[in-house]
């Protein structure tokens, strides 16, 4: 963690020039300097840059509260996550407060008491911006104690009065004090329990149990709603609703360019030890989004970008087990490896009731779709006359997720034009792996463009005329 600030005291605070500012003053003064410099507001949220980040950016410039809508998966929580990172790094708060209060302005009983009797002399801490952020995942059982406080039968049983301030139990919001707080799922939060946050929003303070208590709150903060619970089912009370500042719509990633950053940067293909040649991830960005579009899935439980991160995963890890089942020296993804994503991934789509008993094989012919149209788009036009003379030869070439590169390339022999095949798919290594990968993925292709005929063999597929 990068280096504590010096003051330990609130003489020392006074003396080092300090100044205090709210939190939305801290974002807003921070954003502004992002936004002058050029440096990157928001690190690692991909495809928002003109559409959700300038609404999100006016919004906290205005010191609005906040709502983000969207279908699960499209990064709402990331983008919450990251306004965190426009706090100051570290800011003091009176040493021991649980709700943190700044020294020069405390709150609490505890911190009130304390600055009288201690004075100039009152303890300072200091914490940084990443233990600034609360997070709530809204549940059905989530009570007005875990959000707001309680009574603690503990401090009672010490022997303190039941009406003493300090009996108090904080709940997150509180403890959140002078940092972001997130509700994720708000519509999920019951009712009753909606009401809690009312204060918060429009008197920022606070109230526990009938105690004679204002609490004063700093904080910043932020909701996550699905849209057909937020506007469809009417589950956010429409007090709560008007107190929000903004409301903010959040999407899937528009392009397929998009699609493609967005997997390279959330697949852990490191961890799962494998290369995913990039014809490949592009076939499963495509299918992604062909899954998203289609009709037999319903559109308002949306399609998580989650989905295509976990079908990289699960292709690199296709090669990785094939690799350690045949001996392979290096693990390359290749087309045999996909089909097994649409038994992993079918939990992740609700189909419409329509289509029940039919989701593997609408998964598997959008993934044939995918395929064709990422060979179109790279291999689309080119001159694959010597692959296919090999076949018009009289050649079977058989295929699968246990058949080694080696073995392949073995079967479909040497192919006039292989580096040109290999270049147009953007692959610069010339090991085993990525030639087999090349080739297989080229017979795929000429087989859904029905240049080509495939037969199912057990877990594999041969290739011919």
């Not at 410099?37 to 919004?59: C, K, N, Y």
């Not at 003091?92 to 709150?107: L, M, Q, R, T």
């Not at 039941?162 to 919001?173: Q, S």
């Not at 997997?263 to 499963?284: K, M, S, Y």
């Amino acid at each position: 963690m990068p280096h504590i600030p010096e003051p330990r005291t609130l003489r020392e605070l006074r003396a080092s020039g300090h100044i205090h500012r709210t939190v939305k003053a801290e974002i807003r003064e921070n954003l502004l300097a992002r936004l002058r410099s050029g440096e990157p507001r928001f690190q690692g949220i991909v495809g928002f840059d003109d559409t959700v980040l300038p609404q999100l950016e006016r919004a906290l410039l205005a010191g609005h509260d906040l709502v983000l809508l969207g279908e699960r998966g499209q990064g709402k929580t990331r983008l919450i996550r990251t306004v965190a990172g426009l706090l100051d790094e570290w800011t003091p708060v009176v040493d021991g407060c649980e709700i943190n209060d700044h020294p020069y302005a405390p709150s609490c009983v505890r911190c009130r008491r304390l600055a009288g009797e201690l004075g100039e002399e009152l303890p300072v801490s200091w914490r940084h911006r990443d233990e600034r952020y609360g997070e709530k995942l809204a549940t059905p059982d989530t009570s007005v104690g875990d959000l707001i406080g309680d009574v603690d039968p503990i401090k009672i049983a010490e022997g303190r009065t039941l009406g003493d301030p300090e009996t108090v139990h904080y709940g997150l919001v509180p403890r959140s004090n002078r940092g972001v707080f997130s509700v994720n799922e708000l519509p999920d939060l019951a009712e009753r329990i909606q009401v809690a946050l009312l204060n918060v929003l429009e008197e920022r303070d606070i109230q526990v149990r009938g105690y004679n208590l204002r609490l004063p709150l700093d904080l910043l903060l932020i909701a996550s709603a699905n849209p057909e619970d937020y506007t469809n089912r009417g589950r956010i009370i429409t007090p709560l609703k008007d107190r929000f500042g903004a409301e903010i719509r959040t999407h899937y990633p528009l392009s397929i360019e998009t699609e493609l950053s967005l997997i390279r940067q959330e697949a852990d293909l490191d961890h799962v030890g494998a290369d995913l040649p990039d014809h490949l991830i592009e076939t499963i960005a495509r299918f992604t989004r062909l899954v998203r579009e289609s009709t037999a899935v319903d559109s308002r439980s949306g399609v998580s970008a989650r989905f295509s991160i976990a079908a990289a995963e699960t292709a690199a890890a296709s090669a990785v087990r094939r690799a350690a089942l045949t001996g392979e020296e290096r693990a390359v993804a290749r087309v045999a490896d996909l089909p097994g994503i649409v038994h992993t991934l079918r939990g992740k789509v609700e189909f419409e009731v329509s289509e029940e008993g039919r989701e593997t094989e609408v998964l598997a012919h959008l993934l044939r779709r995918a395929v064709a149209e990422t060979f179109r788009g790279t291999l689309g036009g080119m001159d694959l006359s010597a692959l296919l003379e090999k076949f018009s030869q009289g050649a079977q070439v058989e295929s699968g997720p246990l058949v080694p590169a080696s073995e392949l390339l073995r079967r479909i022999g040497p192919v006039s034009g292989l580096a040109k095949i290999m270049e147009r798919l953007g692959i610069g290594d010339e090991s085993p792996g990525h030639a087999a990968a090349a080739l297989e993925f080229a017979m795929e292709g000429l087989y859904l463009l029905r240049r080509l005929s495939k037969d199912e063999v057990g877990g594999g597929a041969v290739y011919r005329t």
